[in-house]
């Protein structure tokens, strides 16, 4: 089977209801990106940025998969589909992506604030407690404070090399949903081998190199065509 490397972004959770960050009434026109999504702001006032995160989960726990992830699943009777995704949702695990790697983290989880490898996931963690989707300050688990397992702004992105190793590998290479704004994310395009075939769903496109062909549609719509087009080259 060939490989289907699909690179997603906010604009893949749209349309299940999730804003995504800068379209106009995006998440960023609402928040101050620097004081609930960075580094710097989660030393000054990590209350704030526990409760923007927290707001994040009530959301999602209320979103459904949308018919854009279910079609990638889909993709996979004719595929070897990996999924790259910036956003932090779990849309696509519960639509039932088998390999979805995540670049700035997930919501769902938290990490110990002393030992970034105890990471902890809700609401499992915290059931018994009055809000098992809510953290703050003072939330201890297993003895340790915990803080969001999203990659902030200032901070490195782990999972950035395995995914241009995944990247390198691809037959066919998707994007979907993405302004391109945030690197290293935006940079994975570089690390597809020359020749391969990419393709760009977005209804409001950024712009891309030439040899990407760019299907200017909302995910679910591009992902109909898309399917279309890739069964005659599965
Ligand atoms: P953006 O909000 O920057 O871009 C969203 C993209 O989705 C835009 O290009 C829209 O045109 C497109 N879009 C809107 N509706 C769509 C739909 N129905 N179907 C498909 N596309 C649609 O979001 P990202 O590029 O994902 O990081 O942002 C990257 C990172 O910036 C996020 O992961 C987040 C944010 O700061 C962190 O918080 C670490």
């Given at each position: ?7 997603t ?74 999924v790259?995704t910036?956003n ?147």
């Amino acid at each position: 089977m060939k490989k289907l490397v699909i690179s997603t972004g906010a604009g893949m959770s749209a349309e299940s209801g999730i804003a995504t960050f800068r379209d106009s009434g995006g998440l960023w026109d609402k928040y101050p990106v620097m004081d609930v999504a960075s580094a710097d702001g989660f030393a000054r006032n990590p209350a704030l940025v526990h409760e923007f995160y927290n707001q994040r989960r009530r959301e999602l726990v209320a979103a459904e998969p949308n018919a854009g992830h279910r079609a990638i699943v889909d993709l996979e009777r004719l595929f070897n589909v990996y999924v790259i995704t910036q956003n932090v949702d779990n849309l696509h695990e519960r639509a039932g992506s088998g390999k979805v790697l995540h670049l700035h983290g997930e919501l769902m989880k938290v990490r110990a604030l002393d030992d970034e490898s105890l990471v902890y996931t809700l609401p499992d963690a915290l059931v018994g407690s009055p809000d098992p989707l809510a953290t703050s300050v003072d939330t201890v688990i297993d003895g340790h404070k915990v803080r969001p397992h999203i990659v902030f702004f200032q901070e490195a992105v782990p999972n950035f090399e395995p995914a241009t190793e995944i990247a390198a590998e691809a037959d066919i290479f998707v994007v979907i949903g993405t302004s391109m704004n945030v690197y290293p994310a935006a940079a994975l395009l570089r690390y597809v081998r020359p020749g391969v075939p990419v393709y760009y769903i977005d209804p409001n496109p950024a712009t891309v190199p030439d040899y990407v062909t760019v299907i200017r549609a909302g995910a679910s719509e591009g992902l109909a065509r898309l399917a279309a087009i890739l069964g005659a080259d599965a």
